[in-house]
């Protein structure tokens, strides 16, 4: 079974505040993402990874990073934490080739950013 | 840009019932369309559909594609409470960037 893990389920952090979220996942797979929830707008993409080091922009990268320096951890940073970066953010991970179309997702951190 | 478009918003049903979601999609280019189903944590992997016409199965859940019309229904029979959870529908463009366009998702209560 593929597992995709986060670091924390629920976080709250205060405006200005670095935040860092973590995922891993144990598949060895190529391709990682970090997506965010919100009601009424469904799931965006904020940034995949499909290599180590190798980062691209989603639908909605402004005010994040992403750091992907071992291939089963991907990273999410928010360099200066707002309170419309309150969400629930969800980290998934995909193989290559066809297997790019499935992607499994981790639990979600919901952050609240006060 | 990639929209994908799903109908109803939310249905509430009672047990027994079958239900049909719908997802309809504009694309530039198409390489395969997803169903998701999320409850109260990350959403599961239901179905990856790439070719037209063929029914995809799990136990009482099916899917089809059609991509003359670019829609996708799922199929839920004989509804139990555990259905209850949103169900999301994404298509992939392929090409050298990966990425899901995701639909905004059906809320799907099934009451007993």
């Known amino acids: 079974d593929v597992k995709v893990t986060q670091s924390s389920r629920y976080l709250v952090k205060r405006t200005g505040e670095k935040v860092f979220l973590e995922c891993v996942q144990d598949?060895?797979?190529?391709?990682m993402f970090w997506y965010r929830q919100d009601p009424g707008l469904g799931l965006r993409l904020i940034y995949f990874?499909?290599?180590?080091?190798?980062?691209e922009k989603g639908d909605i990268p402004e005010g994040y990073s992403v750091s992907r320096e071992k291939k089963e951890r991907f990273s999410l940073i928010l360099e200066s934490a707002s309170t419309n970066q309150t969400s629930m953010y969800l980290c998934?991970?995909?193989?290559?080739?066809?297997?790019?179309?499935?992607?499994?997702f981790g639990p979600g951190t919901r952050l609240t950013v006060l | 840009e990639d929209k994908v478009v799903q109908s109803p918003l939310s249905l509430v049903v009672h047990e027994g019932d079958t239900v049909t979601l719908n997802c309809s999609y504009e694309?530039?280019?198409?390489?395969?369309l997803l169903w998701y189903k999320q409850e109260k944590k990350a959403p599961t992997f239901l179905f990856m559909l790439?070719?037209?016409?063929i029914e995809k199965k799990s136990g009482r859940l099916s899917s089809i594609l059609d991509k003359k019309e670019l829609f996708s229904i799922l199929n839920i029979t004989a509804t139990q409470t555990g259905d209850s959870a949103v169900y999301l529908c994404?298509?992939?463009?392929?090409?050298?960037?990966?990425?899901?366009?995701f639909g905004k998702g059906t809320l799907l209560t099934v009451n007993p």
């Open positions: 998934a991970s995909g193989g290559a080739g066809r297997a790019w179309d499935t992607q499994y």
């Open positions: 598949m060895d797979h190529e391709n």
């Open positions: 990874s499909y290599d180590v080091k190798m980062k």
């Open positions: 694309v530039t280019n198409f390489r395969s």
């Open positions: 790439t070719s037209s016409g």
């Open positions: 994404a298509h992939n463009s392929g090409g050298s960037n990966y990425k899901l366009t």
